[in-house]
């Protein structure tokens, strides 16, 4: 079994920067996409930002130019840099990830616990 442990949370500043890591661990024979997720209290978990195997990278309109994703395969480490952080960026940050264990033959969904992101003056 796969598990994501994400670091890294915390309080800062509007205009501040701060970065997330995801590691993961357990059984794992591959994995394929690993993304950043977020939810605002009163809203639907939204993609942040997502990262393929091959680094191809996908961005929400209200983060891109902003936040960089970016992964370690030989680590099964998915990291965010944020920047020029808002309020409105406030939210539980999840990591996700599509694995395989060596006795699966397919790939499931995996997420993290979640860390608290809270941009405040």
């Known amino acids: 079994q796969v598990q994501l442990l994400e670091s890294g949370g915390g309080l800062v500043q509007p205009g501040g920067s701060l970065r997330l890591s995801c590691a993961a661990s357990?059984?794992?024979?591959?994995?394929?996409?690993m993304g950043w997720y977020r939810q605002a209290p009163g809203k639907q978990r939204e993609l942040v930002a997502s990262?393929?195997?091959?680094?191809?990278?996908n961005y929400a309109d209200s983060v891109r130019g902003r936040f960089t994703i970016s992964r370690d395969n030989a680590k099964n480490t998915v990291y965010l840099q944020m920047g020029s952080l808002k309020p409105e960026d406030t939210a539980v940050y999840y990591c996700?990830?599509?694995?395989?264990?060596?006795?699966?033959?397919?790939?499931?969904?995996?997420w993290g616990q979640g860390t608290q992101v809270t941009v405040s003056s």
């Open positions: 996700h990830a599509e694995s395989r264990g060596f006795r699966d033959t397919a790939y499931s969904p995996v």
């Open positions: 357990g059984s794992i024979f591959s994995i394929n996409a």
């Open positions: 990262i393929t195997s091959r680094l191809s990278t």
